[in-house]
């Protein structure tokens, strides 16, 4: 996959410039800049920082032909809380979304 390719397709879904880009991702313009001239694949954590202001994670970043579902901060907290849990609290955690669901 073309990291800097998906970085300015995703841009381009948003009707985002590199500044627009540089200001939510909490970047400077210039390490913005340094990916689209000067085709500087970015590091783990600007890549981090990236996907964070594009409301997607890493995992969606680089899935191929899916459609990109933009998570609230909410979601992001419950998907983050939901991996530290062992097995057993997620089976406990999942009954009891289904129950509630009944309700």
Same mark, same amino acid.
């Given at each position: 996959?073309?990291?800097?390719?998906?970085?300015?397709? %995703?841009? &381009? /879904?948003?009707?985002?410039?590199?500044?627009? =880009?540089?200001?939510?991702?909490? %970047?400077?313009?210039?390490?913005?800049?340094?990916?689209?001239?000067?085709?500087?694949?970015?590091?783990?954590?600007?890549?981090?920082?990236?996907?964070?202001? %594009?409301?997607?994670?890493?995992?969606?970043?680089?899935?191929?032909?899916?459609?990109?579902?933009?998570?609230? &901060?909410?979601?992001?907290?419950? /998907?983050?809380?939901? &991996? %530290? =849990?062992?097995?057993?609290?997620?089976?406990?955690?999942?009954?009891l979304i289904k129950e509630?669901?009944?309700?």
């Amino acid at each position: 996959m073309d990291v800097i390719q998906r970085i300015d397709e %995703l841009m &381009k /879904i948003k009707g985002w410039s590199d500044y627009k =880009l540089a200001t939510k991702s909490g %970047l400077s313009s210039s390490t913005i800049a340094n990916i689209h001239r000067r085709n500087t694949i970015p590091s783990i954590p600007t890549l981090e920082a990236i996907c964070q202001a %594009l409301g997607i994670s890493m995992s969606q970043f680089f899935e191929e032909d899916s459609v990109i579902t933009h998570l609230s &901060k909410e979601d992001n907290e419950l /998907i983050n809380d939901w &991996k %530290l =849990l062992n097995e057993n609290k997620k089976r406990i955690v999942s009954e009891l979304i289904k129950e509630l669901k009944e309700c």
